[in-house]
């Protein structure tokens, strides 16, 4: 069974430094992207930027790309988001998800959400 | 900021068929392929329709994907209860290298 798994909830104030996880599991995880996607309180989706887990090549969403940054660790099958710097406005869920075929393909599965807050 | 546009809210009873829509423009829709996600409240989000029309494994024939020119839609069938989710369509951003959402509708059941 195909499954992403992310790391806990998180509470951090302005400023601070974050890193969140998404471990796959029931597959190949070097043969399929991964996506991160934000969901800001009450608002829709906003797709962060992806990244291949066989060679680590990344490209983010403009609005995202100075302000995070994407990783990944093949030999734990297991993908990154972080933040050095940390403001308000990033208060949200952060999701990853599962990029079915090749680099265009639909978000076949998706984990289940890190909540993010940050306020001081 | 959405680039894909959505109707916020969208209502039906139970066993009518709602239709959802969706529109972009031709650097998106029109050159790519339109997928739809389901959110029940508090859940992530879920494949629902891929490649315009194409259902996953496990997704009921109750819901249906369409598309033309810079336009796509989907369509629910026999509504029931359950169904009550939010209703986001995705498709590749050329300008963006990357997948773009609509701003999502708000499916309410009476």
């Known amino acids: 069974e195909v499954q992403l798994v992310q790391s806990g909830a998180e509470v951090k104030k302005p400023g601070e430094s974050l890193r969140i996880s998404c471990k796959g599991s029931?597959?190949?995880?070097?043969?399929?992207?991964i996506n991160w996607v934000r969901q800001m309180p009450g608002k829709g989706l906003e797709w962060v930027g992806r990244?291949?887990?066989?060679?680590?090549?990344?490209n983010y969403n403009p609005a995202f790309h100075a302000h995070v940054s994407i990783s990944t660790d093949k030999s734990i099958n297991t993908a990154y988001l972080q933040w050095s710097s940390l403001t308000s406005s990033d208060t949200a869920i952060y999701y990853c998800s599962r990029v079915s075929v090749g680099y265009y393909g639909p978000q076949d599965y998706w984990g289940q959400g890190t909540p993010v807050t940050v306020s001081s | 900021q959405s680039l894909l546009t959505q109707p916020p809210s969208a209502s039906g009873t139970p066993g009518q068929r709602v239709t959802i829509s969706c529109s972009g423009t031709s650097s998106n829709i029109g050159s790519n392929s339109v997928n739809w996600y389901q959110q029940l409240p508090g859940t992530a989000p879920k494949l629902l329709i891929y490649?315009?029309?194409q259902r996953p494994s496990g997704v009921p024939d109750r819901f249906s994907g369409s598309k033309s020119d810079t336009s796509a839609s989907l369509a629910i069938s026999g509504l029931q209860s359950e169904d009550e989710a939010d209703y986001y369509c995705?498709?590749?951003?050329?300008?963006?290298?990357?997948?773009?959402f609509g701003g999502g509708t708000k499916l309410t059941v009476l």
């Open positions: 490649s315009d029309n």
């Open positions: 995705s498709s590749w951003a050329d300008s963006l290298n990357g997948p773009i």
């Open positions: 990244i291949d887990p066989s060679d680590s090549y990344t």
């Open positions: 029931g597959y190949t995880f070097t043969n399929y992207w």
